[in-house]
């Protein structure tokens, strides 16, 4: 891939007549957009009957557009089979857990474990890949379009054949199936593979085990759909490869992304949730290490369908979210989508110019922040990203256990949303990483609502400790086993309670129960479910008032190694629990001499990059009321609303 930085458009050429691409390409050029994504779905039009493939106009399009200087992204068209794959083959379709198979329509209504389907899109991709790899202009390959958006796990008869197979490979005999899932309760034994169910509708909730391992087994699944389609694509193309995922859709990215070249995403926030935006910037850069990710898409001005429309974006915000998403490492920025469309459920949906062909209120800002793309762009080609000293694990396999567990209602996202903010707010850089991943350059790593911690995991995080990093873990860290089961032992992970120096005495919810913790000079109400520790070689940090606890703590440290073990067995809440754990982090950051923060208002992003004259910062106002701001020998700087400043 060349390095040039995309600003880029859906778009969906088939759906207008063919009159109307001479406009979109003068409009795109105002706007700024150097590149399309399309054929996603355009299955139907690109093999309208079995076998027979008409892809001459979108080499048209494509062939056109690159005259005019923009590229493409192209996709393979497989959330959306035409009807002739479906019609009389029901069994072919998607079922859910109430049992319920789809319909033809909308997408993703499909199973794609089923080797009819999968034969079927193995043999369009092969035809795309054979004739779209030699035109000009191809600058990268979109697999699908958001798998696992609309729907999470199959449970058809298919899913259910591979289900026993997967499982026969992982535990390799039933007994020990029985043993970990501990299908004594309820009397659930099973005498042979054959016998185990898919989760479909059970009067009460399905054995915990089971249900994590089957969305387990999904994501593994899907994931190797998409490498089904990689393989066949890479023998006819060097275009790199990526797919567009969302945090919320149920794979698990980490391996989601292995065979892929690149990472890229989709986000709709809207501007009041920035954070959230910076967050996903901070886990897609870090799930391809080394290579720059893309937002494939993100709304000009809103998202919505026929069902309602979120929060406007607020003038200008553009600029902010496309500067920081390049700072933070982006290659790509995509609109989602070029021209609004006519007809379907998202004709309400914020596009660049409107369905009948002129510019939207959105307009101005997308070529506002492409204009200031443009100025910035020498700088970023030219430079890097630095390696955060502080990380957070962020896991889909965690989340995968809250899906079936929700202690105490907990959405895993929100939960990382909600302490992402504060670290933020620290001002401290920071990575979000998988929980492989390589430790090198980390100093303060947290490892929050991580139900189970593998056994690899914890091997990596001790030896980050034993050379002298600090690791918080917790709340809810280690509290699992691998099958959604609970350790009897100890209540947290054998080998963690033993180099925490800690032991759990208690689990409970302190919710709602007026218990509240005082560590850092703060007192505040202790949530969701939590350990409460007696200490055997860790220090006391944190307290509660609950004469019950009188000897306990749900806060400790514990030195190991040249580093230590900081064990936070409960979430403090409120203004004053933020406040505490920014303190927390504050004081190991400051102990650990973590410099990479520039002391700004809130509302303001710092992020270091380093080129070869050292380490620069990009400032940039992301709640835009605008900043300004003291810094070393120039004085006074003056940001205005989401606009941004380089320091050196
Ligand atoms: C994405 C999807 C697009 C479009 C968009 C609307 O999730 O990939 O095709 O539906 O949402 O916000
Ligand atoms: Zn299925």
Not at 358 to 383: C, M, R, Y
Not at 593 to 622: C, E, H, T, Y
Request: charged content about 25%; overall charge positive; glycine content about 8%.
């Amino acid at each position: 891939m060349k390095d040039i930085l995309r600003v880029l458009a859906a778009y969906y050429p088939e759906l207008w007549p063919a009159g109307n691409i001479g406009d979109d390409i003068r409009l795109m050029r105002d706007a700024g957009i150097n590149t399309v994504r399309m054929g996603e779905f355009a299955w139907a039009d690109m093999e309208p009957s079995p076998g027979v493939f008409n892809l001459d106009f979108f080499s048209e399009v494509m062939v056109k557009l690159h005259d005019n200087g923009i590229d493409t992204v192209f996709c393979t068209p497989s959330a959306t089979p035409p009807v002739w794959l479906s019609h009389n083959h029901p069994e072919r379709l998607f079922m859910g857990t109430d049992g319920i198979r789809m319909m033809h329509g909308a997408r993703q209504h499909f199973c794609n474990n089923n080797p009819f389907f999968r034969k079927r899109s193995r043999i369009v991709v092969g035809a795309i890949a054979k004739k779209i790899s030699k035109l000009p202009g191809l600058v990268a390959w979109q697999i699908d379009n958001e798998m696992k958006s609309h729907v999470s796990e199959c449970c058809c008869e298919e899913c259910g054949r591979q289900w026993r197979q997967w499982l026969k490979n992982r535990y390799g005999s039933i007994k020990e199936l029985n043993k970990l899932w501990g299908t004594s309760l309820w009397s659930q034994k099973y005498s042979s593979f054959s016998q185990v169910p898919v989760p479909l509708k059970t009067p009460f909730a399905h054995n915990p085990s089971l249900q994590t391992n089957y969305r387990i087994f999904s994501r593994e699944k899907i994931a190797e759909f998409q490498d089904e389609q990689v393989e066949i694509i890479r023998k006819y193309s060097k275009a790199p490869i990526t797919h567009n995922s969302n945090v919320r859709h149920y794979l698990n990215h980490a391996e989601h992304y292995r065979n892929l070249d690149f990472a890229s995403f989709d986000a709709y926030y809207d501007s009041d949730n920035y954070s959230k935006m910076l967050m996903d910037y901070d886990i897609w850069r870090n799930l391809k290490n080394g290579r720059k990710f893309w937002v494939m898409e993100t709304g000009p001005s809103h998202s919505g369908c026929i069902f309602g429309y979120p929060k406007l974006h607020k003038k200008s915000y553009l600029n902010a979210e496309l500067t920081a998403a390049f700072a933070l490492g982006a290659g790509g920025f995509g609109y989602w989508l070029w021209r609004q469309q006519r007809t379907g459920p998202e004709m309400p949906h914020g596009a660049i110019i409107s369905s009948w062909g002129e510019p939207t209120i959105g307009f101005d800002d997308v070529k506002q922040a492409g204009g200031s793309l443009e100025k910035i762009a020498p700088l970023l080609t030219s430079s890097e990203n630095v390696n955060a000293e502080i990380k957070i694990t962020y896991s889909d396999i965690a989340r995968a256990f809250f899906l079936t567990e929700p202690l105490e209602g907990i959405d895993y996202i929100d939960k990382m949303q909600e302490l992402y903010k504060s670290v933020l707010e620290t001002g401290f850089h920071r990575d979000l990483v998988p929980e492989n991943a390589d430790l090198k350059g980390c100093r303060l790593l947290l490892t929050p609502y991580l139900p189970h911690i593998a056994d690899e995991s914890l091997e990596k995080a001790l030896s980050f400790v034993k050379d002298g990093g600090t690791w918080i873990v917790g709340p809810l860290s280690g509290c699992r086993t691998a099958d959604h089961a609970l350790y009897t032992e100890s209540a947290l992970h054998p080998e963690l309670e033993k180099a925490a120096g800690v032991k759990t005495v208690f689990t409970f919810s302190p919710t709602n129960n007026d218990i509240s913790g005082t560590a850092f000079g703060l007192a505040a109400p202790l949530s969701i479910w939590s350990s409460f520790f007696r200490t055997t070689t860790a220090k006391p940090l944190g307290t509660t008032n609950d004469s019950r606890l009188a000897d306990l703590a749900f806060l400790t440290e514990n030195k190991y190694g040249r580093g230590r073990i900081v064990m936070l067995g409960s979430m403090p809440s409120g203004d004053q629990g933020k406040l505490m754990l920014k303190k927390m982090i504050g004081h190991y950051a400051a102990d650990l001499r973590i410099s990479q923060k520039l002391d700004l208002p809130q509302g303001n992003l710092a992020v270091p990059r380093k080129n070869k004259d050292g380490i620069f910062w990009f400032v940039i106002n992301m709640d835009g009321k605008g900043c300004s701001f003291k810094y070393g020998k120039s004085g006074h700087v003056k940001i205005e609303p989401y606009g941004f400043r380089i320091i050196k």
